[in-house]
């Protein structure tokens, strides 16, 4: 039997409308936040390829179907396609009339292409003065660096807290995957969703610029509160230091285990004494010679060693379990295949299965959160140019918004 | 207290957030011009400073202290900390503690009058206070009660303890992440679960706010702060059912594009470089030319590298060839001219930016990022901008930080109408202070 998802009446977007011209992670999860909510979201994809997000492969030289391509079928549910070439006169009419009838329009294009296809903020706000243009790039809309080519590692070099991150003597370390992308979509999100709430209040729209590199410089892992140590002493955040903000008091990180590892979060005094407690369990001398240590000097090393010969001689979970039950911040590393049959986020249905034509069923990753009307999987993902018949006639009929 | 024509104005935030993506997220709201105001225990250590810090006690706090201007705590280290003035901006605060029948008092008054109330305490801490989103709600059901406990909160680890990197770790980011093909031990440190939150509670209540506009109701938002960090690795979840495999620790690298961090000729100054396609390899290729090339084949080991490139079966074969010609021509020049060379041929390259370089960066000095903003007990600094900017709407940037107390008689005196009596009377029994004492 087919898995449809169960559809329940009304969302808190519910009658919105967002166009999506953006083809990387970015854009696509700024406009997924919506579409997950209720928006009526309309991606515009090119002909052909349609987004680059159906090409992404995890392994060099992959070729994964662009109708089944994982990056796609997450980033791009509840959504409908059109395949539009916006290097056409009559595409770029029809998208024209799309945003005409639209509450808000995301792209990712470079700086000033949007422009170059009739489409520029001016010209889509005089016919729709309460539109929401949300432009994202690499380093915003203008300065002397707002046309330079950017990946994923540049960003992070420019914006993210990379310099900080690795070891002292080798070289900075990205944070994995697509990471910085979302961060930068989820804040064009919260930014669209501003403008919107405007546009609301005062009849207004606007355009709003999003540079990479300041969403990452403005962010909470650490890299804000780095730049003002850095205005406030002149000093760089070091590398290979491990909770450098928290001083020498504390411990953290990570320790292999038997089957894995696991992430301690020591940051003081009563959690150290509960970790000399858990690990010295039958062990007066050790208990005796760490407890209500504030700072260990020359006998770092020797503890070090017996705390990771525990860690070493237990499986990831048990060490987490007993660490939990001792209240110690210390957590397994799992891996997908674990995830997938966690007994907590499966118990709270933070997954949600559903068919897809191609790529058939699957579980996905649920609610960002949880309010009333809030998260529905309507749809998973459209076929490239699944909407375009049925998006064009609305706009024939210049069927009035819902 | 706040300009008109901000997006949020007249939206009041009671702020119970401490750490970090609780206040990074409140940080947001004040920008769109909320009034947010923090509400802050005298006995507690709410802005990850204590009162207790001295000068001399940090001195040998290793880098630490350089969170504070010149290495220096006093006086009022609370006032005075990176942890805390990072966030800070537009914020108000007011003392109030709130285990106290008086700080219960006016928590209740104060939240009475909110709209929204942002809280990121382990679970149950609220409940204990009298202040559960049930009781809150009763008592005011236009309020917005967004709370992020980071496991959520029901379910058979709800209560577990833990930061940011334990449930990076828990949602499966820790295992993708270390250097290139060792274990996932390896890697730096990452905060990426503070860094996902704060425009997810932002969003989460802007779209709260918007369902009221319609309904007139307010309600429970519950950012299980996990459950929001994972979208982030969606990819990984559904390629491991649709592909049975894991995904693995690739340090700088990317299947799909040729990329590394390559040293700098000047001291620990790295760049980036990454090769999309052939056309950038070609790119590349020129900018290296003919009579270099040599010279860095020469420490490669082979004089014809650049040949070995112009393929993206050619850069998937020899990767570890091609990044060593990178990295020689990299180490014999200035990270400027590297990154100036390769944007000119239009290739992917920039600069592992220090704080210090980013201070001094001509581009971010154009586009008016910093801020530069005076308080008291500060000084004169220069601060992190917004995150984005809207040509339409202003967003906001004032006081650079409230001092702990700073906004008492506005909050209690304006807001909740005591008369002079009643808070003088909670000032002498130090209920009310200007000061942090925990």
Not at chain 1, 2 to 9: I, R
Not at chain 1, 140 to 162: F, K, N, W
Not at chain 1, 297 to 310: E, H, I, N, T, V
Not at chain 2, 202 to 226: K, P, S
Request: one cysteine or more; hydrophobic letters at 40%.
């Amino acid at each position: 039997m087919p898995h449809a998802p169960e559809v329940n009446g009304r969302q808190v977007f519910t009658g919105l409308r967002v166009v999506d011209l953006s083809r990387w992670v970015a854009g696509e999860y700024a406009t997924k936040l919506f579409a997950d909510f209720g928006a009526d979201v309309v991606k515009v994809e090119k002909p052909g390829s349609g987004s680059r997000s159906r090409h992404w492969a995890l392994v060099p030289g992959e070729q994964p179907d662009p109708e089944a391509n994982p990056l796609f079928l997450h980033l791009n549910t509840n959504k409908r396609s059109i395949a539009v070439d916006l290097h056409s006169a009559e595409g770029v009419e029809l998208v024209k009339r799309l945003i005409a009838r639209s509450d808000a329009v995301i792209e990712s294009f470079r700086p000033g292409h949007l422009e170059r296809l009739g489409l520029g903020p001016d010209v889509l706000r005089e016919s729709n003065p309460r539109l929401v243009v949300t432009r994202i790039s690499p380093f915003g809309q203008s300065g002397p660096y707002r046309d330079r080519e950017a990946t994923g590692i540049v960003l992070q070099a420019a914006g993210g807290p990379m310099n900080a991150t690795g070891d002292a003597h080798r070289a900075p370390q990205r944070k994995p995957g697509l990471l910085e992308q979302y961060t930068i979509g989820r804040t064009a999100g919260e930014a669209t969703l501003a403008g919107l709430y405007h546009a609301r209040r005062t009849g207004t729209g606007s355009t709003i610029d999003v540079s990479g590199q300041e969403v990452l410089l403005s962010s909470a892992d650490r890299r804000a509160s780095y730049l003002v140590t850095a205005a406030y002493s002149g000093v760089n955040a070091p590398r290979g230091v491990r909770s450098a903000h928290r001083g020498q008091s504390t411990f953290t990180g990570p320790f292999r285990a038997a089957d894995g590892f696991v992430m301690i979060y020591i940051t003081n005094q009563e959690f150290w004494n509960r970790l000399i407690r858990l690990i010295g369990a039958d062990d007066e001398a050790f208990r005796a010679k760490f407890l209500d240590r504030p700072q260990l000097g020359d006998d770092w090393p020797a503890f070090m060693s017996y705390l990771k010969a525990w860690f070493a001689a237990r499986p990831k979970i048990q060490i987490m379990e007993a660490a939990e039950a001792a209240r110690i911040p210390c957590t397994a590393y799992l891996q997908m295949d674990e995830l997938y049959d966690h007994p907590h986020f499966r118990g709270r249905g933070a997954f949600v299965t559903a068919d897809h034509p191609v790529a058939g069923r699957l579980d996905y990753f649920g609610a960002p959160w949880r309010m009333r009307d809030g998260f529905q999987l309507r749809r998973t993902a459209p076929r490239l140019g699944e909407h375009t018949a049925e998006v064009t006639a609305e706009l024939e009929m210049s069927v009035v918004r819902p | 207290m706040t300009d008109q024509s901000l997006p949020l104005a007249g939206i009041r935030v009671v702020d119970l957030t401490v750490v970090w993506s609780g206040p990074g997220s409140t940080a947001l709201l004040g920008d769109l011009g909320a009034e947010v105001i923090r509400v802050e225990g005298n006995n507690r250590v709410s802005r990850q400073a204590s009162a207790k810090l001295t000068n001399a006690g940090v001195a040998n706090a290793g880098w630490s202290r350089n969170s504070y201007p010149d290495g220096k705590p006093e006086p009022r280290p609370y006032d005075r900390t990176a942890l805390f003035n990072w966030h800070a901006r537009n914020k108000l605060a007011a003392c109030m503690n709130l285990e106290t029948p008086e700080g219960h008092e006016a928590a209740l008054k104060l939240i009475a009058i909110s709209d929204v109330l942002v809280e990121n305490n382990t679970n149950g801490v609220l409940e204990k206070l009298g202040l559960g989103h049930e009781t809150l709600l009763e008592l005011n059901p236009r309020l917005i009660v967004a709370r992020m406990p980071p496991l959520g909160m029901t379910g058979p680890m709800s209560n577990y303890l833990g930061y940011g990197p334990n449930f990076n770790s828990l949602v499966g980011i820790a295992a993708m992440d270390g250097y290139e093909g060792e274990p996932p031990d390896s890697a730096g440190e990452n905060y990426h679960m503070d860094e996902s939150a704060p425009a997810a509670l932002a969003f989460a209540v802007l779209a709260a706010l918007w369902d009221r506009e319609a309904t007139g109701r307010g309600g429970l938002v519950e950012v299980a702060q996990a459950e929001n960090v994972m979208q982030d690795i969606g990819e990984f979840f559904l390629d491991f059912q649709m592909n049975h495999r894991l995904p693995q620790v690739l340090g700088n690298t990317d299947p799909g594009l040729l990329q590394d961090a390559f040293r700098a000729a000047e001291d620990d100054r790295w760049v980036v470089v990454s090769i999309r396609d052939d056309r950038d390899w070609a790119a590349f290729a020129g900018v290296v030319g003919g009579v270099v090339s040599s010279v860095v084949g020469s420490v490669v080991g082979e004089a014809d590298w650049l040949d070995r490139g112009r393929t993206a079966a050619d850069r998937r074969t020899n990767s570890r060839a091609l990044r060593d010609g990178i990295a020689a021509w990299c180490a014999g020049l200035p990270s400027d001219e590297i990154v100036a060379r390769l944007q000119e041929a239009r290739v992917p390259a920039g600069e592992v930016m220090s704080e210090l370089r980013l201070l001094a960066d001509r581009h971010l000095a154009e586009r008016g990022w910093f801020k530069e903003r005076t308080h008291p007990a500060v000084g004169t600094y220069r601060y992190p901008g917004h995150p984005w900017r809207a040509d339409g709407f202003d967003l906001a940037y004032g006081r650079p930080l409230p001092g702990f107390g700073q906004d008492n008689e506005y909050v209690y005196k304006q807001l909740l109408g005591y008369d002079d009596e009643t808070y003088d009377d909670l000032v002498a029994r130090r209920l009310i202070t200007e000061e942090q004492f925990a």
